[in-house]
Structure formats: structure tokens, C-alpha cells
């Protein structure tokens, strides 16, 4: 199952605009099923989230074992589906 991060909360001004929308919508328009893992204010600066994004950035794809942290990337890592 592909899981990808998001903020569980963010201002009015970027509700929208956080970059994790971009691969919900791809996953969406393909029917691929994912997770979202949501992160509470602070999750972001926990170690083993920064191990995955070192930046504490959303979005985070990942898919067994398989990590992606620009999104551009993860519509190219389905390419054949998308
Ligand atoms: N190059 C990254 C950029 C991701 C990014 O800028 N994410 C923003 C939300 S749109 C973020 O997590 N900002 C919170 C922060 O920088 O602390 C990508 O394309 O995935």
C-alpha cells in the first residue's frame, strides 16, 4: 500500500496549495489506493520522520520499502500508470 504524508492542519491561506495534494490527485485519478499519513504540529522534526524527508517537508511517498520525497518524483515512480 503507497502511503503518502500530509499535515493534519494547515492555515487557511495554504489549504490547497500543500504539495502532498498533487500526489493524492495522481493516486486518485489512477485508483491506486494509498494511506495518508498525517502528521501533528511537531511530527515533522521527529527523527524518524526526518529520516525519511530531511527537510521535515511533505509530502513523503512511500511504497514497501521504497521512500520518495519530491513529487515530481512520485508521479514518475508510476509513470506507467499515470
Ligand atoms: N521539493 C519538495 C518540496 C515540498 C514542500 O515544499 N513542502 C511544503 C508544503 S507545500 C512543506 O512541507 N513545508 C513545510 C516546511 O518547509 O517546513 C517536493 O516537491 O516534494
Avoid at 499535515?7 to 495554504?14: G, R, T
Avoid at 485519478?29 to 515533522?44: I, N
Avoid at 524527508?53 to 514518475?76: D, K, M, S, T, Y
Wanted: hydrophobic fraction near 45%; aromatic fraction near 12%.
Amino acid at each position: 500500500m503507497i502511503t503518502i504524508s500530509a499535515f493534519e492542519w494547515v492555515p487557511d491561506f495554504a489549504q490547497g496549495q500543500v504539495r502532498d495534494l498533487r500526489a493524492r490527485w495522481a493516486l486518485e485519478e489512477a485508483g491506486l489506493p494509498y494511506h495518508a499519513r498525517l502528521l501533528a504540529m511537531g511530527d515533522q522534526d521527529k527523527p524518524e520522520y526526518r529520516a525519511l524527508q530531511p527537510f521535515g517537508q511533505v509530502p513523503v511517498f512511500e511504497e514497501n520499502g521504497f521512500v520518495l520525497f519530491r513529487i515530481r518524483r512520485h508521479c514518475a515512480a508510476h509513470r506507467r500508470t499515470l
